[in-house]
């Protein structure tokens, strides 16, 4: 069973999976960040692969994704750090035991390889990949294969105007779990959550094989805890890269923001 999987069974509810850019704030603040977050409470990591055109992600992201560039971080960068992700902290890695997911663009697999990608990433304990920008039909004639053969889950999103259909075949060809985007605006915007929540229960009612978690504007407890109320939990972004936004100490920044994000003030 792989991790993912494993987690949805241990925990149906209220996963927090967050997301950070990789190389933001700074090249090596990678590794010491994904361990922050795994002590601060985090059940998933969706790390993001720095992209020059993210079209999906909104300013805050994509600012974290400038720096990160220009820090150096690339894909090679970002497998090589992530080497020592699983490794024992006794032997010198960080003991990461939680499911990672890497979230990126197709462009700059498909320039790296997409073999080669996934050979990599399974290697150093990747669980899943997210690529927004990759059609469906392209992933069922050619690419899905590679990401299972390298046991590797892949997870579509869906908006609130994707067809019922569409929403159906997504679901079919996802493993892991099925991303909801709130809307389809970019990351970091503040939703209508009244909107968000009638829009959930449309999903829940057509009873999909996968998970839901819920992405896109969610920045506080009463945020994470409303999507919780129809979904298998939520996914933060925008608003972590903000409290990273001018920290030295990630620990306890990371510690602080986990805190508000699963407990009332």
Do not use: W
Not at 19 to 41: E, F, N
Not at 84 to 89: K, M, S, V, Y
Request: proline fraction near 5%; charged fraction near 15%.
């Amino acid at each position: 069973m792989s991790r993912i999987n494993a987690l949805f069974k241990r925990k149906p509810s209220h996963v927090l999976n967050v997301y950070c850019t990789a190389g933001y704030p700074h090249l090596d603040s990678t590794l010491p960040i994904m361990r922050a977050l795994q002590v601060s409470g985090v059940d998933m990591i969706e790390l993001g692969m720095p992209y020059s055109d993210p079209l999906a992600d909104g300013p805050v992201i994509q600012s974290s994704s400038e720096t990160a560039l220009e820090n150096g971080m690339t894909i090679d960068v970002l497998f090589d750090q992530l080497s020592i992700l699983r490794q024992p902290i006794s032997e010198g890695g960080i003991g990461n035991e939680l499911p990672v997911i890497l979230m990126g663009y197709l462009n700059p697999v498909l320039q790296y390889g997409i073999e080669h990608f996934c050979e990599r990433a399974a290697a150093v304990g990747v669980d899943g990949i997210i690529l927004p920008d990759l059609p469906p039909i392209e992933f069922t004639r050619q690419y899905g294969a590679v990401f299972r053969k390298h046991g590797l889950d892949f997870i579509f999103l869906v908006t609130p105007e994707t067809a019922e259909e569409r929403v159906r075949q997504l679901d079919a060809l996802s493993s892991g779990f099925l991303y909801a985007v709130s809307s389809s605006a970019t990351t970091g915007k503040d939703q209508n959550m009244e909107r968000v929540t009638d829009y959930l229960q449309h999903l829940l009612s057509l009873q999909l094989k996968n998970p839901i978690l819920v992405g896109f504007g969610i920045k506080d407890h009463a945020g994470f805890m409303r999507v919780c109320e129809q979904a298998a939990g939520g996914i933060i972004g925008s608003a972590y890269i903000r409290a990273l936004q001018g920290q030295v100490h990630y620990e306890d920044a990371t510690q602080q923001f986990i805190h508000s994000i699963l407990h009332s003030s």
